[in-house]
């Protein structure tokens, strides 16, 4: 993680990312300041604001097919231009800072795989990388899996879709390389809004034998009405 926020470092020219001023690093220390950090009143679930840290209702009412939630941000300025950056304009130098601001939250989580959420084929090559994958990348080499979960089919990119279709649009859109007998798996991706479809991951990982999918998330968006 050192080595990769020196290339940050140096890619970026010893200016601040967001707003270009001296910084040692990718961002000087008045904007990682100003980032919007989760805190601990989240549903360990979910990752939305609960009372104490919580289970929430919907989550007891409706459980979803992953276990717990980890993120590090909210999707909010500044850390939604960060995750733009590289998912949008190719800036692969910020998935270290990224990882590392992911690698605070799951420091004491134990699994045996990383997965990062899949592209499909088409998406992946208009793309040129996987914004997921170069994040997971900088977590755990030697338990990441590039290949255990892939995309079976091409949907609309969920971000055009309202969100009661999101759901529908990702059911029966991924199939899990091999048995998992038993194993805790962390689900890599930038952003988390309605969670449609990591739960559907987590759905196709389960019906493999994983015993226990929990979501390693950069941002998670606020709750929307």
């Known amino acids: 993680m050192a080595i990769a926020q020196k290339l940050a470092s140096i890619l970026f020219g010893g200016s601040c990312f967001l707003c270009r001023g001296a910084a040692r690093e990718v961002l000087c220390g008045e904007c990682e300041a100003e980032l919007p950090w989760l805190d601990d009143a989240v549903c360990p679930r979910c990752a939305l604001a609960s009372p104490g840290g ?88 030697e338990r990441l899996e590039l290949d255990l979960c892939r995309r079976t089919r091409e949907g609309p990119p969920q971000v055009e879709l309202p969100f009661a279709e999101r759901q529908r649009n990702v059911r029966g859109a991924f199939a899990v390389a091999r048995p998992l007998a038993g194993a805790t ?14 739960d559907e991951i987590a759905r196709a990982l389960k019906d493999a034998g994983a015993a226990r999918v929990v979501n390693w998330i950069v941002a998670r968006t606020p709750p929307h009405d």
């Open 185 to 198: 798996v962390a689900v890599v991706d930038d952003v988390m809004t309605t969670g449609a479809t990591l």
């Open 54 to 141: 919580a289970l929430c209702g919907r989550c007891l009412a409706e459980p979803p097919h992953f276990d717990a939630t980890a993120a590090a941000l909210w999707y909010r300025f500044p850390a939604d231009v960060l995750v733009q950056g590289l998912k949008f304009r190719g800036e692969l130098a910020l998935a270290g800072f990224l990882a590392s601001a992911l690698s605070r939250k799951i420091a004491r989580e134990k699994v045996d795989c990383i997965v990062p959420v899949p592209l499909s084929p088409k998406r992946l090559a208009q793309r040129g990388y996987n914004q997921a994958a170069e994040i997971a990348r900088r977590l755990g080499r």
